[in-house]
C-alpha cells in the first residue's frame, strides 16, 4: 500500500481528487442541515421547542431531536414544519451536496 491511499478525504478533497463518501454520511449531513434549518427558523421567530411542536402537531421531544439531526421526517411533517415556520422550505439535494433554508413569507 502506497501513501496515497493514506491520504485524509480532506487532503484529498483540497487537492480537487475525487472522494467517495458514505451513504450514511451524506444521510446524517442532510438530517444534521435540516434540524440547523429548523432551529435557526424557529430562534428567527422567537419560538420555543415546545410552541413550535404545539403549531406543528409534534411533541417538545420530537422537535429537539429533529434539531439535533436525529430524525428523518416524512414528507407531511415537513409540510407542518413550513406551516408552523411560516416560511417556505427549500430543499436541494445534489451529488455531493445538499442545502436547506427556510425562505418567511412576506408580512
Not at 491511499?5 to 483540497?14: E, G, H, N, S, V
Not at 451524506?26 to 413550535?52: C, F, K, M, N
Amino acid at each position: 500500500m502506497n501513501h496515497s491511499t493514506w491520504r485524509t478525504r480532506r487532503a484529498r478533497q483540497l487537492a480537487d481528487e475525487a472522494v467517495e463518501y458514505d451513504q450514511e454520511y451524506a444521510d446524517a449531513r442532510l438530517a444534521g442541515d435540516l434540524g440547523q434549518a429548523v432551529y435557526d427558523r424557529r430562534i428567527e421567530l422567537g419560538l420555543s421547542q415546545t410552541e413550535l411542536a404545539d403549531r406543528a402537531g409534534m411533541t417538545q421531544p420530537q422537535v429537539s431531536r429533529m434539531e439535533g439531526g436525529d430524525t428523518v421526517p416524512t414528507l407531511p411533517l415537513l409540510r407542518r414544519l413550513a406551516k408552523a415556520l411560516d416560511g417556505t422550505l427549500n430543499l436541494a439535494i445534489d451529488e455531493s451536496d445538499s442545502r436547506v433554508t427556510f425562505t418567511p413569507h412576506a408580512a
